[in-house]
């Protein structure tokens, strides 16, 4: 089985230029979840959805992130225009239906670190 | 308050000993659960271990044992048999809710354990 997929894995910009992140979960997982981690610190929520409705994007700056998540499968997160406090590794997880499972792990991507100069 | 703590920045350990990771944790939800995670260089997130709140039994996993204080609110990960591939970053992370919910994780800081050969 395919495990959750993310690109690019690096990704060098200046500030106040965009970036788009992609993730691609694994197949049949109806929640998508992007977190930040900041150097040395645990990941942090930004954006949960339950398959194409974001349930819980409290957390997620919306003067200049923003995602989405068409037809349920794939994800975006955008960050325009960014910032020097932007640079992260940015973290895309999926977890199954909670039908027949005794909870709910979540599986993470590799990452992209954004580096924002 | 802090939701979940890890006390220890970093740890040492000799190859083939004991090493035990702290985790303590705050909630008001009757229903929760503690997992565990392990972060090499590489970066990705690896699940190692879940106990949930009414779970009666320590967790464990192979090498893995997840030692449940409930009334003291610690959840700590103890690794027999330390191997040199154990050296990596590990996050303590607890869901509130029921097992069966889908809600994200919050994620402590972290304890990079180095084993020593």
């Known amino acids: 089985e395919a495990g959750v997929v993310q690109s690019p894995r690096y990704k060098i910009i200046e500030k106040k230029q965009p970036v788009a992140f992609w993730c691609n979960p694994i197949?049949?997982?109806?929640?998508l979840y992007w977190y930040r981690q900041n150097l040395g610190q645990g990941p942090e929520l930004l954006i949960r959805y339950e398959n194409e409705e974001a349930v819980d994007d409290s957390q997620l700056p919306k003067d200049r992130f923003s995602a989405e998540r068409l037809k349920g499968v794939d994800s975006t997160l955008k960050i325009q225009p960014a910032e020097l406090g932007d640079s992260a590794v940015y973290l895309c997880?999926?977890?199954?239906?909670?039908?027949?499972?005794?909870?709910?792990?979540?599986?993470f991507g590799p990452g992209t670190r954004l580096t924002v100069l | 308050a802090q939701k979940i703590t890890q006390t220890q920045p970093g740890m040492f350990v000799q190859e083939k000993e004991a090493v035990t990771l702290d985790c303590t944790y705050d909630?008001?939800?009757?229903?929760?659960?503690l997992f565990w995670y392990k972060q090499p260089s590489s970066g990705e997130m690896i699940f190692l271990i879940y106990q949930g709140s009414y779970d009666q039994q320590n967790a464990t996993e192979g090498r893995y044992s997840l030692n449940f204080q409930k009334a003291r609110k610690s959840a700590n990960l103890v690794i027999s048999a330390s191997q040199l591939g154990d050296s990596a970053m590990y996050f303590c992370?607890?869901?509130?809710?029921?097992?069966?919910?889908?809600?994200?994780?919050?994620f402590g800081s972290g304890t990079r354990l180095q084993v020593q050969p």
């Open positions: 197949s049949g997982h109806n929640t």
């Open positions: 909630t008001s939800d009757p229903s929760y659960g």
């Open positions: 997880a999926s977890s199954p239906h909670s039908s027949g499972q005794t909870y709910n792990e979540q599986f």
């Open positions: 992370a607890m869901r509130e809710g029921p097992d069966t919910g889908r809600r994200a994780l919050t």
